[in-house]
Every structure is written in C-alpha cells, then in structure tokens.
C-alpha cells in the first residue's frame, strides 16, 4: 500500500583529493576547468572568495570544493580552505586533521586568525576547520565577527574557498552567499531533481547571490575524450 523510501546514507569521512593524488587524470582535468571558469567569470570584480553548496546533501559539495582549492593551491595562488559546514564538518577528516580549534572557536571566544590557520602537506593549501559543532551555527555566520574574518582572509590569500551546508535543509550557505564574492552550485547529476535544483537558485537569488555556475557532479565522461585527456597529460 505505502511505497518504500528510498534512503541516503550520509557518511562523514575522508573525501578524495584527487587533483593531488592523480593530477593527470581526466577528473583533476575537470576540478582546474572548475577553476578556470571561477577566474574568467567576472570580469570587472576579482573573484576571490566562493561558497561550495548544494541543494541538498550527497551532492559531493565538499569534495569539490577541496579538490577545486588544491587545484588553486597548485596553481600557485595562496589558498585557504574554510569548513563553514558547522553541522556536518568533514574536512578535518579529509586532511586528517583534529577539530578542536576552528571557525567557531574564532568567532566564539575571539581567537586570533593565526591560530585556527593550519598548513595541509599541499604547498599554498591552509585549513581552517569548522572548530566544535555549535548550537546556533546561521547566528555565527552571520555574525559581525564572521564578516570581518573572512575580509581578513581575503586580504591575506588569493582564493578563499568555501565548504557551506546545503541550501534546502539551512540557512547558512544563504548567509554566506551574500557576503561572498561567488557562488557555486553542486548538484549530483545521478540522482538529479530538477526542482530542488530550482528551489535552492531561488534561495540565492533571494539572498542576492552572484552564481558563478553548476558542478554536474558525477556526470558520465566521453571515453573518447578521456583517452585523449589521459594520452596530453602524459606528455
């Protein structure tokens, strides 16, 4: 009588850095045409910090945007990588790192920037973690305190990128999109909907977000393409 739901099951673990891992794979070819089109998107106004999000979860936002920020790291410019996900935080499991000090540290008990900074191994790549999981994360991030630090991020690196929850479950990647340069959008192509996808541009549009594109997240690549990707990053 009742069809079954289908469930998602949501781990939080290390994601993939494969632009580091496997630099001359189509994949990572994918993750710097990503950065590419962030650093052609306006021309007027340096694009230089991004909000990752995605309509809903398991759209594979976090994973491209630590992909995307070592694509910038190994470009040469300075970056840093901000876990702005204060409910579900995966990026000190991904660079294997504790989560005792971070974004919410910093704002709460207004601690100094220089000691939520943390080196990763990749040259020009910093972490700040999201810090303990507070009870009221869209107050910290739209908070005075989260405006001037992400200014003073700005100032010190050439790319800030972003980690922020999905749009239709918060509010937080709204907060983070109006005092960001861009946003870009994840969606997972193979269990696409349409309408949430419609949904979450709404919500940007509403927050006065600059949509810099859509991540067609695990969308079937042309072999023909790939084998041709794979044979130039060979040379």
């Not at 405006?147 to 983070?176: C, E, G, N, R, W």
């Not at 909907?193 to 859509?214: P, S, T, W, Y």
């Amino acid at each position: 009588m009742f069809g079954k739901k289908k469930t998602h099951t949501y781990v939080s673990g290390p994601r993939q850095l494969i632009v580091e891992k496997q630099p001359k794979s189509p994949v990572s070819e994918q993750f710097r045409t990503i950065r590419t089109n962030i650093m052609y998107s306006n021309i007027d106004t340096e694009i230089k910090t991004v909000v990752f999000t995605s309509a809903t979860p398991g759209a594979g936002k976090s994973t491209t945007a630590a992909n995307v920020a070592v694509a910038y790291a190994q470009s040469g410019k300075r970056t840093v990588l901000i876990d702005a996900d204060l409910r579900r935080p995966t990026m000190h499991y991904t660079f294997e790192m504790t989560n005792q000090r971070g974004m919410s540290t910093a704002i709460v008990n207004d601690v100094p920037v220089e000691n939520i900074v943390r080196e990763t191994q990749i040259e020009n790549l910093d972490l700040v973690t999201s810090g303990p999981i507070p009870p009221n994360p869209s107050e910290l991030l739209s908070s005075k305190k989260m405006a001037h630090l992400l200014k003073t991020f700005s100032m010190h690196y050439d790319m800030v990128i972003i980690d922020t929850p999905p749009l239709l479950a918060v509010t937080d990647a709204q907060v983070m999109s109006k005092i960001t340069h861009g946003t870009v959008l994840v969606t997972n192509v193979a269990e696409n909907n349409r309408e949430r996808l419609q949904e979450a541009k709404k919500l940007l549009e509403k927050a006065d977000a600059n949509i810099l594109g859509v991540v067609m997240n695990n969308k079937k690549m042309d072999t023909k393409k790939d084998d041709y990707y794979y044979y130039y990053g060979s040379e």
